[in-house]
């Protein structure tokens, strides 16, 4: 619940304390357990606010719907429905349609209130001999940021048995003291204290009972914890006279874990995470989201790396991460046999549309799990969970998706029991108040968003809209503003239990490399600290890296690691020399190498590192939801104009393109992004159509103008340039009617940008198509024929935003395209060939922190392989950085650079 203070009982005969716990109430009352709702259904049945969202987002809607269902329900005394009066509401309002949906399905279903509500609405109902145990408490004092609900379940304890004797509240008392106690008066610890919360404290000159620390990370923040607390013991301190605030974030407390192990310093209080994850339901769930049609990419990929299939895990992971990256169909999928074959067949086969169907498909995807020994158990609580779902999947109607996704939700397994002792370090965590007093607490992990965490938007309620309801009908709903308020509270008290010193924490690198801000908390804290005659305005100023000083001036324990036996060295240019040709990591069958692709190199031009890591297979694999991108964007318009323009075909009119758009698209969807069918895209499935059947018939006006025929589409080409194989697919082949060949590649970009790119001469990808035409490789299709007369060759870019052509290489009549005369590859070739001789000698040259800038300016090329990974980012050397043989700098192109 809500409160900041817990309600605290003294038994009558030991005297022992205890938190009054919804268990402790429901044991003393007698509550009777409620059947198990299907809330799933019960939303469905409703015309309420929520019904378009649930057919969309069935577990956050149903998620959504409970936090609303308790906000109300706080906000009354008794916690009963009766108590909310809307009569002064305006009924056509937006609040007044949420609260009475909400009120409505409370009173038609008491059995959804959380159980800790149901069970105060029982005892406050209840009479004081319906108890069979006596609960005193231990203080009638109000409690802090409570909710109506809260303080009516306060009011009904202390009417059923009063105050526990005085001789137990003194000693309640007295436990209490010291956890308010606070630093000396005066010091820069208690000033934080007492101003945490804005309260009127003058600033004042920082001392020794507060410092700020800045470490690399979480696991660095966590050896330094424990090193800080060794120094402590080892300078005459105890155990319990150290603390530690730690966030609520299983990995921080696995990296606290793990360092106060490694100095035999014992934790007391550290939350234990749970033994074992809900394989069965986790496993359940996503083959039912598998099942359905779109799959969602981020569901496919957690079931290949599920432990109960029928295929190795390197296998699993290996097409989670082609998923991924958009491959539903990888090359090693068609390396499984029997029943991995099979089961990967049926989740990448359609299930049907109705219930049945559905049935038929997932008892098939479960009859082709994992059989070894140790996947068993496992396998059998999924068959019993199955089982659960087979009385909604009988008929022919289509599938209730929000109640079967409500009934395979995975249990969260019940953590083991923090273990509290006193011979060791104290262990606060980020929503529980102290449990005693220390003289030193380190506060870890003030960066992000953190101390306090932001407090989420509620889809019910503005607080606009909370206000003027607790004004017109005395609901007391917090608002965003009063949970904001109690985090805040709450960690002043967190702090007010050091005494001694106060030391503060701040990772600056999140789990994924990226950089994070300090916490709120710290500029809060930086307005009661004075820098000479004035107050600190910015946090950053106090915050000094641990790395800063030498390690004789650390505040902690520390050792000396001994340094590697053949240590890498950073020769001088800032490249990595790995001593092997990096063009031969990747090998055909044959043990030639593998060719380069355009795109493989255009990120070599940029960053040889990006590039290295693609060779060695360390790419990053971003797992997040899907979303529609530019590059997705490119791709599908790619399909789409395949298809539109087959080869050996007459040029379609206007309007067939206008009639046949949207079957090519949907289809192309389904390959390429089928979180795309969902209801929620259709806007952009909209804008999309629109763009494409623009540049649909600018092409096919560019076609006719040209008179062109398609040879093909999605081309691959091989052949040999710049000393080096390479392979490609261009994305079409036209010939025109004196013979010559154009080679194109249609782009979702506009023209002014590429257009400068390619008059600055550095332009690469159509100048290698190129050169794969006129020395290519024999491939035995339509390309061999067409190359027989060895015609003449141009290239095109199709730029698909503002439909612009820009062709290099021929002569074409005036007024059907661009023509772009003149070298529109020069520089970046040269650029390239330098690279490709860096990389051939075993040199990977790291990027320089103006590299993205000179790129832009000098070329007008987009860096994104800056992007690629984190470690690009922290391995910038200072500068530029290129290759001796670089080119000279080519004209300026900061102006008018955007695409059109």
């Not at 659960?388 to 929000?402: M, T, V, Y």
């Not at 020069?826 to 075993?842: F, K, T």
Request: charged content about 25%; aromatic content about 4%.
């Amino acid at each position: 619940m809500s409160a900041l203070d817990p309600l605290v009982t003294a038994h009558p005969l030991t005297g022992a304390f205890r938190p009054v716990t919804p268990d402790l109430l429901a044991q003393a009352y007698l509550v009777p357990l409620p059947d198990t709702p299907d809330i799933a259904a019960l939303l469905a049945a409703r015309d309420a606010p929520w019904a378009d969202s649930l057919a969309v987002a069935p577990a956050e809607t149903i998620a959504a719907v409970r936090r609303g269902l308790r906000q109300i329900a706080s906000a009354t005394a008794r916690i009963t429905p009766d108590e909310v009066d809307l009569s002064r509401l305006d009924p056509a309002s937006r609040l007044h349609r949420h609260v009475s949906a909400l009120t409505a399905l409370w009173c038609d279903h008491p059995e959804v209130l959380p159980d800790d509500l149901r069970i105060a609405a029982h005892v406050i109902a209840a009479a004081p001999a319906d108890a069979l145990e006596p609960l005193p408490l231990v203080s009638a004092a109000p409690l802090a940021f409570a909710t109506p609900a809260e303080r009516g379940l306060q009011a009904a304890l202390i009417a059923h048995h009063g105050l526990a004797e005085d001789d137990r509240r003194a000693a309640w008392a007295d436990r209490q003291a010291p956890l308010s106690g606070g630093g000396p008066v005066g010091s820069s610890l208690n000033r934080v204290q007492q101003g945490l919360t804005g309260g009127g404290v003058l600033p004042g000159p920082l001392d020794e009972s507060l410092r700020f620390v800045a470490l690399r990370d979480v696991a660095e923040e966590a050896a330094f914890a424990a090193a800080r607390a060794q120094a402590l013991i080892d300078g005459g301190e105890r155990p319990q006279d150290i603390g530690l605030l730690v966030p609520d974030e299983a990995p921080c407390h696995l990296h606290l874990d793990r360092a106060f192990r490694d100095l035999v310093l014992p934790l007391s209080g550290l939350p234990r995470p749970p033994q074992r994850r809900d394989v069965a339901g986790e496993t359940l769930l996503h083959l039912l989201l598998c099942l359905q049609r779109p799959a969602p990419a981020m569901a496919l990929a957690s079931l290949y790396i599920s432990p109960l299939m029928p295929w190795p895990a390197a296998t699993g992971r290996a097409l989670a991460g082609e998923v991924m990256r958009g491959r539903f169909e990888p090359n090693i999928s068609k390396e499984l046999k029997g029943r991995a074959r099979d089961l990967f067949a049926r989740l990448r086969r359609e299930a049907g549309d109705s219930g049945k169907a559905l049935r038929a498909a997932l008892e098939t995807a479960i009859g082709l799990l994992g059989n070894l020994p140790d996947q068993q158990d496992d396998v059998l609580r999924l068959r019993a969970g199955a089982v659960r779902l087979w009385p909604l999947l009988q008929g022919p109607e289509e599938p209730d998706w929000p109640r079967l996704l409500a009934l395979v939700t995975p249990e969260t397994p019940e953590p083991p029991p923090t273990e509290t002792f006193v011979e060791g370090v104290t262990v606060i965590t980020e929503t529980a108040l102290p449990w005693r007093p220390v003289r030193h607490l380190i506060a870890l992990g003030m960066s992000g968003n953190r101390w306090p965490r932001p407090v989420p938007t509620s889809p019910f309620f503005l607080d606009s809209e909370l206000v003027r309801l607790r004004a017109l009908t005395g609901l007391q709903i917090e608002t965003r503003g009063d949970m904001l308020r109690l985090r805040l509270e709450r960690l002043r008290r967190q702090v007010l239990a050091a005494t001694g010193t106060l030391t503060l924490t701040r990772p600056v690198f999140a789990a994924d490399g990226t950089r994070e801000a300090p916490a709120p908390a710290l500029s809060l804290i930086a307005r009661t600290i004075l820098l000479g005659d004035k107050p600190v305005e910015d946090a950053e100023v106090l915050i000094h890296d641990l790395r800063d000083a030498g390690p004789q001036d650390w505040p902690c324990a520390h050792r000396a690691i001994p340094p590697l036996a053949s240590p890498l060295v950073l020769p001088p240019g800032g490249a990595l020399s790995v001593d092997r040709d990096l063009l031969s990591v990747r090998r055909d069958d044959d043990g030639r190498m593998r060719p380069q692709s355009p795109s493989r190199l255009e990120t070599l031009l940029v960053s040889p590192l990006a590039w290295a890591l693609a060779e060695f297979g360390a790419e990053e694999t971003l797992w997040a939801p899907e979303g529609l991108d530019v590059m997705l964007a490119g791709t599908l318009a790619h399909d789409v104009l395949e298809h539109m323009f087959p080869k050996d075909t007459a040029l379609p009119d206007p309007e067939a393109i206008a009639a046949a758009l949207p079957g090519h698209l949907s289809r192309a969807i389904r390959r390429h992004a089928p979180f795309l069918q969902r209801a929620i895209w259709e806007v952009e499935r909209q804008g999309l159509a629109r763009d494409i059947r623009t540049a649909a018939l600018a092409w096919r006006d560019t076609l006719a103008a040209l008179g062109a025929e398609v040879i093909d589409n999605e081309l691959w080409l091989i052949g040999e340039g710049l000393d080096i194989r390479l392979r490609g697919r261009a994305d079409c082949l036209l010939r025109l009617p004196d013979g010559t060949l154009l080679v194109v590649d249609h782009k979702k970009s506009g023209t002014t940008r590429r257009r400068k790119r390619m008059e600055a001469g550095w332009d690469l990808q159509v100048a290698l198509y190129r050169a794969m035409l006129l020395r290519p490789e024999p491939t035995g299709g339509v390309l061999d024929k067409a190359l027989e007369a060895a015609p003449a060759i141009g290239v095109a870019y199709h730029l698909m935003n503002d439909q612009g052509v820009l062709t290099h290489g021929i002569e074409l009549p005036e007024g059907t395209v661009s023509v772009l005369p003149g070298e529109v590859s020069d520089q970046a070739e040269a650029l390239l060939a330098a690279r490709l001789a860096e990389v051939g000698a075993g040199l990977i040259r790291l990027n320089g922190e103006d590299d993205r800038t000179w790129f832009d300016k000098t070329g007008g090329v987009t860096a994104y392989a800056l992007d690629a990974s984190p470690l690009i980012a922290r391995t910038l050397g200072p500068g530029l950085s290129l290759p001796d043989t670089a080119p000279d700098t080519a004209p300026d192109m900061t102006e008018d650079v955007a695409d059109a």
